[in-house]
């Protein structure tokens, strides 16, 4: 119960005062062979969480926007498998874009950090690889909420 409560304040307190900066681009490894390359992504050793949970977005229509939401536990990874598209990261103070192109190129993105996805090309998969299940409470998707959030650590 107390362990418990401990990690709750923990998240709590990371998704507050994460910044940008806790954000990177991951170079993951490529195992190049002339028959087609191989990125092989293992939880807890290529990313620093335990994968619990994985997504892909797909058959996005030219100039239509996804994300506009932060979450206040999740940690994801974040990859084009195919084609390309923009996330641009928001901490409540400063912002950094990012075009993901490259399918042995990982986006990690820690808690209470707001997501805007764009720019997608046609074709483009964008595969993600989250740390936990699916949870609708923790997302923060409204935009003033998540300044307030950000602004009271
Ligand atoms: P959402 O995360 O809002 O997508 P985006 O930020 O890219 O626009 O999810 C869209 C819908 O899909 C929403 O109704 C929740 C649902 N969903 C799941 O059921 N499971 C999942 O793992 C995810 C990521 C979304």
């Not at 005062?17 to 991951?26: A, F, G, P, Y």
């Not at 994985?54 to 058959?59: K, N």
């Not at 084009?80 to 042995?104: C, E, H, Q």
Request: hydrophobic share 35%.
């Amino acid at each position: 119960m107390t362990n418990s409560i401990n990690t709750d304040l923990f998240k709590h307190h990371e998704y507050m005062r994460s910044t940008i900066d806790d954000c990177k681009v991951i170079d993951l490894r490529k195992i190049h062979d002339v028959r087609g390359n191989l990125t092989p992504i293992e939880g807890g050793v290529d990313v620093p969480f335990d994968i619990k949970r994985i997504y892909y977005l797909y058959d996005v229509p030219g100039g239509e926007s996804r994300g506009a939401h932060a979450h206040k536990a999740l940690h994801q990874l974040i990859i084009a498998a195919n084609g390309s598209f923009t996330v641009t990261l928001d901490d409540g103070t400063n912002k950094k874009s990012f075009n993901l192109n490259r399918s042995y190129y990982g986006l990690l993105v820690v808690p209470g950090i707001w997501r805007d996805l764009n720019d997608f090309s046609s074709g483009a998969v964008l595969l993600c690889l989250a740390s936990e299940h699916y949870d609708a409470n923790d997302y923060i998707r409204d935009y003033q909420e998540f300044l307030d959030f950000k602004k009271s650590k």
